[in-house]
């Protein structure tokens, strides 16, 4: 398939966009029931569009960045660079395996539950 089959025309793509957009927030539902049965509706719809807006631009500038940082990707896959020794690499990728080794033992340390916890939990 060619890039143009893939992208489709000015039409299809505003329906992706409508499809992905019709979605309801249930962060916004709960919102706007909240301010009902509360008896400030007005202010929930200001809310709900608040947080619209909120998403709006947070989605926008992630894709920015992904944008930018496509292309900064693509110009440094053009950059020769230069000859590294190949143990230089073994060496980082030892570096970053003890390094997530010893982040996943400190997670597992972190969870541990003491004896005492289930007698608590059942109030004895």
Not at 79 to 85: A, D, I, K, S, T
Not at 112 to 124: A, C
């Amino acid at each position: 398939m060619s890039d143009d089959e893939l992208q489709g025309n000015w039409r299809t793509q505003l329906a992706v966009i409508a499809a992905m957009g019709a979605r309801p927030c249930s962060g916004a539902l709960i919102v706007l029931l909240f301010s009902y049965v509360v008896g400030v509706y007005s202010w929930g719809i200001i809310a709900a569009l608040m947080m619209a807006l909120g998403t709006a631009i947070t989605i926008s500038g992630i894709a920015l960045l992904v944008h930018s940082a496509s292309h900064l990707a693509i110009r440094f896959s053009k950059w020769q660079g230069f000859n590294v020794n190949p143990y230089w690499s073994l060496g980082i990728m030892l570096i970053g395996g003890i390094v997530l080794v010893i982040a996943g033992l400190l997670m597992f340390q972190s969870v541990e539950i003491p004896q005492t916890m289930g007698s608590y939990i059942f109030g004895r």
